[in-house]
């Protein structure tokens, strides 16, 4: 088994190659591709190093599993074409998501949706995947109806350049906290990520906004897509608020639900208690609850903070953390992986 990485050098790309070490994933061979720029360079993989190629035409001759994280439009170019050759491409970007041909897959919640692929699967986006662990075993059970989102987002999600843009913006303005109280907005840092201050701040805009003018971002849009998509409701009233937050690794999510069927927080952590890949931290006696540094390097995403809105015995409200690197992308694809090779 030949196995590509595309995007190798990159958050995602990088933590892949790390899951793929952890999880003995069972490869002959690795070939590593990125951009021109970083042809040449080595990157650990298990007791060895591989050297990143740059990225040609027909990198997937003899590729049996491409696992690609380069971004939409490097996606949109070289999938289609990759998958009509036989090589079965794992992608996660957002480019074919909402594809009728391409399933959008989570193991823990929709296997199934795997079956009858035609060589492109998708993995989710990094916020509606943390969304979906808790999401998913609450539906099956009492009916997801109505869901609400406000999600707190790491700056890896925009991949490594976010997180540099970050650290150089908390260098800068350390020094000069106490001017923070009443800033000058003409010395505020503001880099090509973010466009905005990110250090010592949050920025309600995640992607960009929506072409059509809705007001939402398209990082809020794929909230309700993707939800809609994997659970399979396609009729679910879904509204997004997807904010950037100073934190490097862990996207937050907070949660309001309606379903279906009444519902107590006891039945809701015992339904989410016994879902795999999730982890109940939800004690308010004893301080616990999931903050994303406790979910940093982790594999299960968290949920904690379930209550229930005064006087609706059909809602929830719930705040789950994930690593967006890892269940958000890199460990999610790579679970992909292993269950296509399973099937
Ligand atoms: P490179 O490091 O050479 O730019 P991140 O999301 O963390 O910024 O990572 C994006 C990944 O996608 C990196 O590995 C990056 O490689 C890769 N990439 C970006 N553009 C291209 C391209 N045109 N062809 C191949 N790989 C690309």
Same mark, same amino acid.
């Given at each position: 088994?030949?196995? +590509?990485?595309?995007? $190798?050098? #990159? =958050? *995602?790309? &990088?933590? @892949? /190659? ?47 599993? +491409?696992?690609?994280? $380069?971004? #939409? =439009? *490097?996606? &949109?170019? @070289? /999938? ?47 916020? +509606? ?60 840092? +503001? ?153």
């Amino acid at each position: 088994m030949r196995v +590509a990485v595309v995007g $190798a050098t #990159g =958050a *995602v790309g &990088r933590t @892949i /190659l790390q899951i793929l070490d952890e999880r003995a994933f069972p490869l002959d061979d690795l070939v590593a591709f990125a951009s021109a720029r970083s042809e040449g360079v080595r990157l650990g993989f298990r007791d060895d190093e591989v050297v990143v190629r740059a990225l040609h035409d027909r990198w997937f001759e003899g590729v049996d599993l +491409a696992l690609t994280s $380069a971004g #939409g =439009a *490097v996606a &949109r170019q @070289i /999938l289609p074409a990759a998958a009509a050759a036989g090589t079965v491409c794992v992608d996660n970007s957002s480019a074919f998501r909402m594809d009728r041909d391409v399933p959008v897959v989570i193991p823990e919640i929709n296997p199934e949706a795997l079956d009858g692929h035609k060589g492109i699967v998708a993995n989710g986006n990094c916020t +509606a995947i943390t969304a979906l662990m808790a999401l998913g075993p609450l539906h099956k059970r009492f009916g997801l109806r109505l869901l609400v989102t406000s999600s707190y987002q790491s700056v890896s999600g925009s991949g490594m350049k976010g997180v540099r843009e970050l650290a150089e913006q908390v260098d800068k303005l350390h020094e000069q906290i106490e001017t923070l109280t009443r800033p000058d907005p003409q010395a505020l840092p +503001a880099g090509e990520v973010f466009g905005r201050t990110i250090a010592f701040n949050v920025v309600p805009h995640a992607e960009r906004f929506d072409p059509e003018g809705s007001g939402f971002t398209t990082e809020e849009l794929k909230m309700g897509n993707e939800v809609r998509k994997v659970l399979g409701i396609p009729d679910l009233v879904c509204s997004a608020t997807a904010v950037r937050v100073p934190v490097v690794a862990g996207h937050a999510v907070s949660i309001y639900g309606r379903f279906e069927s009444p519902v107590s927080p006891k039945e809701a952590r015992e339904v989410l208690s016994r879902a795999a890949g999730l982890r109940v931290v939800d004690d308010p006696a004893r301080d616990q609850y999931p903050t994303p540094l406790d979910a940093a390097g982790l594999d299960d995403v968290l949920v904690g903070r379930v209550r229930q809105p005064d006087g609706d015995d059909r809602a929830l409200l719930l705040f789950a953390v994930g690593d967006n690197l890892r269940k958000g992308a890199a460990l999610n694809a790579v679970q992909i992986a292993e269950l296509l090779i399973e099937r």
